[in-house]
T-cell receptor
């Protein structure tokens, strides 16, 4: 079945450092790939997405490129801020549900802590 | 503003008690989902529904029940059969189309056992 593997956290960085959070996936079809962010005590928000191979999703300085050959979708940011501290989830959408929609599969999440 | 509203934000359950978590959306989305979040385990799918009066079990449905009588509402009942209910519960919704749509999430309900 589909699965998503993320690097274990927490990832601890100083402000303005470079961020990479690794994500690899297993899927039988041609999934769309997503990064969601969760701030403390809140639900998840979509950060960025990519729908086909070689697509690059970007938002708020974060980027991720859909790499079909390595089945990866690593999240990067050139200079993190304290306000980026959150939990980041990689997800794919390839599992068909009854009724026509696709059921997302989530990774375990990676906590990011940014110090001033 | 359109969105998903979950209530209550915090809920306490006594031994042997059923409790119901509310989820309402005004996004006109067809599909709704319930996820359970435990520390270090990510999100696990409990139930989902893609049309009114129809719903499907997810990966961890045992001890839970749902209903979908209205498009806007998808309440989750945590029954006494769920022996370890303490977790953060997230409701989500999405459009149904040929495109693999993103999910919109509520702000969650933290359920604890007294």
């Amino acid at each position: 079945g589909d699965s998503v593997t993320q690097m274990e956290g927490p990832v601890t960085l100083s402000e303005e450092a470079f961020l990479t959070i690794n994500c690899t996936y297993t899927a039988t079809g041609y999934p769309s790939l997503f990064w969601y962010v969760q701030y403390p005590g809140e639900g998840l928000q979509l950060l960025l997405k990519a729908t086909k191979a070689d697509d690059k999703g970007s938002n708020k300085g974060f980027e991720a490129t859909y790499r079909k050959e390595t089945t990866s979708f690593h999240l990067e940011k050139g200079s993190v801020q304290v306000s980026d501290s959150a939990v980041y989830f990689c997800a794919l959408s390839d599992r068909p549900g009854r009724g026509g929609s696709y059921i997302p599969t989530f990774g375990r999440g990676t906590s990011l802590i940014v110090h001033p | 503003d359109g969105g998903i509203t979950q209530s209550p934000k915090y809920l306490f359950r006594k031994e042997g008690q059923n409790v119901t978590l509310s989820c309402e959306q005004n996004l006109n989305h067809d599909a709704m989902y319930w996820y359970r979040q435990d520390p270090g385990q990510g999100l696990r799918l409990i139930y989902y529904s893609q049309i009114v009066n129809d719903f499907q079990k997810g990966d961890i449905a045992e001890g839970y029940s749902v209903s979908r009588e209205k498009k806007e509402s998808f309440p989750l009942t945590v029954t006494s059969a769920q022996k370890n209910p303490t977790a953060f519960y997230l409701c989500a919704s999405s459009m149904i189309s040929g495109i693999r749509e993103k999910l919109f999430f509520g702000s969650g309900t933290q359920l604890s056992v007294l």
